[in-house]
């Protein structure tokens, strides 16, 4: 497993924007998935962006396609995910995960190491 830690999260108003960074302390596979998932209490972890292939292919769901934008820093060994356009539908905790083999970069069940989460609170 690679220990991930996220940063970036906070309050801001419909229509503004935050990055997130997710860095890795140790080495993470780049031709593995690496993605951000949300989840808000009592409701399942949602994938909304995914990285593959070093850098080669990116993934993103319906919600956040055209507003989201996932990227890898080799340089700095980071994960970022640039969110514009917020809106109070993503409100959630962020999660960032690293795959250690193949797998559907979406999925929750792909991944074994994962970030303790940082808030994104969007008001209305």
């Known amino acids: 497993q690679v220990p991930l830690v996220e940063s970036g999260g906070g309050s801001v108003q419909t229509g503004e924007s935050l990055r997130l960074s997710c860095t890795l302390s140790?080495?993470?596979?780049?031709?593995?998935?690496m993605a951000w998932f949300r989840q808000n209490p009592g409701k399942k972890r949602e994938g909304v962006a995914a990285i593959y292939d070093n850098g080669r292919h990116t993934f993103y769901s319906n919600s956040v396609r055209d507003r989201f934008t996932i990227s890898r820093d080799n340089t700095k060994n980071t994960l970022d995910l640039q969110m514009n356009n917020l809106q109070p539908e993503d409100t959630a905790m962020y999660f960032c995960?690293?795959?250690?083999?193949?797998?559907?970069?979406?999925?929750?069940?792909?991944?074994?190491?994962w970030g303790q989460g940082t808030q994104v609170t969007v008001a209305s």
């Open positions: 140790t080495y993470a596979r780049s031709k593995y998935c």
């Open positions: 995960a690293a795959a250690d083999s193949e797998g559907v970069c979406l999925a929750e069940h792909t991944y074994r190491s």
